[in-house]
């Protein structure tokens, strides 16, 4: 009888793990999303690389005028084999996989700081750079605020900063008023969506155009459930969402950035509008492609 009696507890026990097992894969499996392909092409590195993925970005430094001094240095750093390496630890893709080794060119018996401005995007990279960097230079102190591309390039044009780090490609009014860009990586934009859409594993950009300003606003519209989309994207100073909308604008006819729905819910990262779409049945949205890689 004793036998039988801790036969039956352990056989309980055994399916009250196994239940919570399954309950946990469930929770994890609903808390994820899925990559769209684009254009029928696959968005992965080595995509963005052979510039078959046509949602690509660059990733970007820019002062105002030409870089001198510590902050030039650094630059040198990033654009470094060391510091293109720290590029491709982010999950973002190096613009010289070949670049020599970092040379100093500054004074270590001086004192230095440095100002950062801009994209979240780039931040996780110049978070990394800093600490590899001031262990070279102990002498030098920087200082690092993820607050979108927008305000990083104004800080660094009114001098808040001396260094704006945007991912997108500098506006006209932006050079005019004599920012200077260094391109130190590459990156795609990744579409995602959560897993409760279904029946739908590629949009082209006429599709995405056309979800982004309002056109389509239910997935059976695109062949998938019938549901009401949940349009999502970042907010007006994201270098992310000006990329995206420069690249629609300029691939497909009539699309422009004041085209964007109304409807459309803006979040202030990719970090955040990553956990909206995982969380939220029949979203879409647009973020970092090495943000999204690492997550998946």
Known sequence: MKIAAVAAIAIIAIAGVAVFMMNSDDGKDDAKFEIMNVEGVDATVDNVVNGSYTLQRGLILATKGTASGAVADLISYVLSAEGQAIVEDNDYIAVDSSAPAYKSTIDDKTSYSITIQGSTTVNPIMMAVEEEYEKIHPNVRISI????????????????????????????????????????????????????????????????????????????????????????????????????????????????????????????????????????????????????????
């Open 145 to 296: 605020t993820a607050n979108g591309s927008g305000t990083g390039a104004a800080a660094a044009i009114d001098g808040t900063a001396d260094i704006g780090m945007l991912s997108r490609d500098l506006k006209t009014s932006e050079t005019d008023a004599g920012l200077v860009p260094t391109v130190i990586g590459k990156d795609g934009i990744a579409i995602i969506v959560n897993k409760s859409v279904t029946g739908i594993d590629n949009l082209t950009l006429d599709q995405i155009a056309k979800i982004y300003d309002g056109t389509y606003t239910n997935w059976n519209q695109l062949g998938g459930v019938d549901h009401a989309i949940d349009v999502c994207g970042r907010e007006s100073s994201s270098g992310t969402r000006g990329a995206f909308e420069e690249l629609l604008s300029g691939k497909v006819a009539g699309f422009s950035s004041s085209s964007v729905t109304d409807k459309m819910v803006e979040f202030a990262s990719n970090n955040a509008l990553l956990t909206h779409i995982e969380t939220t049945d029949y979203s879409i949205g647009y973020v970092s492609l090495g943000i999204a890689l690492e997550a998946l």
